[in-house]
């Protein structure tokens, strides 16, 4: 009889522009080195959210633009914990829209004038 060995893979939303498993892992207890980079030449002009994260047996490297790039990585290696380990992988991702949208839905839920400039600023 042949053994089967099945590798369940980190469903990450939203999922990341550029993602390569490597069936490698890492202990929770190892703490990420975060760099700070001119760019990420894949992110083309949205380099403000970009980051590249790489996840092997004995280092997780976080390399950002900015400091908000480096929280979306924090962010995306929290959902490759499995079992009290990382999922090992490269992964390349920056945000799809240079700004991010903010949606009222005043025809289910009513907010005064006030609230609302409040919300705008």
């Not at 089967?4 to 703490?31: D, W």
């Not at 092997?56 to 480096?70: E, K, L, M, N, Y």
């Not at 999922?87 to 005064?112: E, K, L, N």
Request: net charge negative; charged share 20%.
């Amino acid at each position: 009889m042949t053994n089967l060995i099945i590798t369940v893979l980190a469903v990450l939303l939203p999922v990341p522009k550029q993602i390569a498993y490597n069936g490698q892992s890492c202990p929770q207890s190892l703490q990420p080195a975060i760099q700070f980079v001119e760019n990420i030449p894949e992110a083309g002009a949205h380099q403000d959210e970009a980051y590249r994260l790489e996840v092997s047996p004995d280092c997780i490297r976080i390399q950002a633009v900015t400091p908000v790039g480096a929280i979306r990585a924090r962010q995306t290696l929290e959902q490759l914990l499995e079992n009290g380990v990382y999922q090992g992988c490269s992964i390349t991702d920056w945000a799809a829209f240079p700004v991010r949208g903010f949606m009222h839905d005043v025809g289910r839920g009513y907010i005064s004038t006030d609230e609302l400039k409040r919300e705008i600023d």
